[in-house]
Each structure stands twice: as C-alpha cells, then as structure tokens.
C-alpha cells in the first residue's frame, strides 16, 4: 500500500478537527440555549420553592460550559459560550418574525393566543435573557476555571457548585432587575428565584457536571 494510500485510509481519524465530545456538547449548547426562553413561560413548584422551568436549561447551559472547561479548557468553554449569542440572537429574531407575520384565518384563536403568550416578549425581558446568559455563563467559566487552577483536578463537585449557584445569583439579579425593575416591587421575587436557583445549582449541578466529563472522556477514546 502506498504512502499516500494509507494517509487516505487514517485521514477520517486524523482530521478530525475538534474533540468527539466538544463536538457533541456544542450542539447539545445551543439547543439548550434556545429552549430556555420558552420553558421560561412556566412557573414549576418544587416542594416550597418556586422557579421558572427555564431554570432546567439553564444549568444544564452551566453544567455543559464547565464540563468543557475540564475537559478542554477555559478559553475553548469561553469560546463555548460565546458561540452560543448565535442560536440565542437567531432565535430571538425568527421569533419577533414570525409574531410579526399575519396569522393564517384557518388558525384557531385560542391556539393564536397561546402562542402570541408563550412566543412574546417585552425588550426589557429579551435584553435581561441575552445579559444574563453572557454575564453569568461567563463567570460560571471564568469561576470554575480559577478554582481549578488553584486546586488542581480534584474537587470537582465543589468547583462546579461553587461556580454554579454563584452565577446563578448574578443571573439572578441581571434578569429580574433589567426585566422587571420600576414594573413592581421585585425584592420578594428576587429572593425566591435566588433562594430556589441556588438551592437547585448545589444540588443538581455537581453530580451532572462528573457524568457529562465521564460522557465526554468516554467520547473522546474512541
């Protein structure tokens, strides 16, 4: 077999261009990134606790940034994130599109009226969603990466809930202050999304965070 034969042969091992495992995280990423908004709608009771289902995605957003931080590193995550603007800005667009299309006659109202519901938005809550998810995701990386520099490879249930329920509190404050300040009091709502968020980021995230590195370094052997 000839020199150039067997590069033929290996090339589909050799020029892969990135990691099996980032590359099924990333688009595992942005379809997180998009339904976010919409679970967002609805408000789930978890024992006394109540929060926005949107909340779901959203760490598994922080989950997935800070398995690709120990996987790949703190810049690829960071890039990670940064990619994720597109499908959150596309979708915004496609969005306000289609709500500002006329809607067929043939379509029942109620179901135009679910949708308009679940679809729309105000500005002031589309730009608090888009600096909550940068500021925050960010600083989920930029904390779990720091952590780690400075401990090592171990510990990491505690480097990302540490990372996790503290962007949670930032993201927090981001959203519910640019959405909602001056529209009513949002002390009593903040508290409880904070308190809830939190309490779902130390519980949740750690032990995803070992299954997605474990998923991913199963990935990245074959």
């Known amino acids: 077999m000839t020199t150039e034969v067997q590069a033929a042969a290996n090339a589909p091992q050799s020029a892969r261009s990135i990691p099996l495992s980032l590359f099924a995280f990333a688009i595992f ?3 997180m990134v998009c339904i976010a908004g919409v679970l967002g709608n609805k408000q789930v009771a978890l024992g006394p606790l109540a929060v926005e289902a949107g909340i779901f995605a ?3 957003l922080v989950v997935t940034s800070s398995s690709v931080a120990e996987l790949h590193g703190r810049e690829t ?3 990670l994130v940064l990619i994720g603007f597109i499908p959150l800005l596309v979708s915004l667009a496609l969005s306000i599109i289609v709500l500002a299309v006329p809607a067929s006659p043939d379509m029942a109202p ?3 009226d679910a949708f308009n519901t679940i679809m729309g938005g105000t500005p002031r809550i589309w730009l608090g969603g888009i600096l909550a ?9 930029t904390i779990f990466s720091r952590l780690k520099a400075r401990e090592g490879a171990k510990l990491l249930w505690l480097r990302a809930g540490i990372a996790s329920v503290l962007s949670q509190i930032v993201d927090t404050l981001i959203f ?3 959405a909602f300040y001056g529209v009513f009091p949002i002390a009593e709502l903040l508290m409880g999304q904070m308190i809830a968020k939190v309490v779902l980021s130390a519980v949740l995230v750690p032990p995803a965070v070992y299954a997605f590195v474990a998923l ?3 990935l990245d052997a074959r």
Do not use: K, Q
């Open 58 to 60: 959203f760490l598994l």
């Open 29 to 31: 990423y942005g379809g």
């Open 216 to 218: 991913g370094r199963r």
């Open 110 to 112: 109620d179901r135009l």
């Open 77 to 79: 995550a960071n890039r």
């Open 176 to 178: 519910i202050t640019v």
């Open 133 to 141: 998810y940068g500021i925050s995701t960010f600083l989920n990386v």
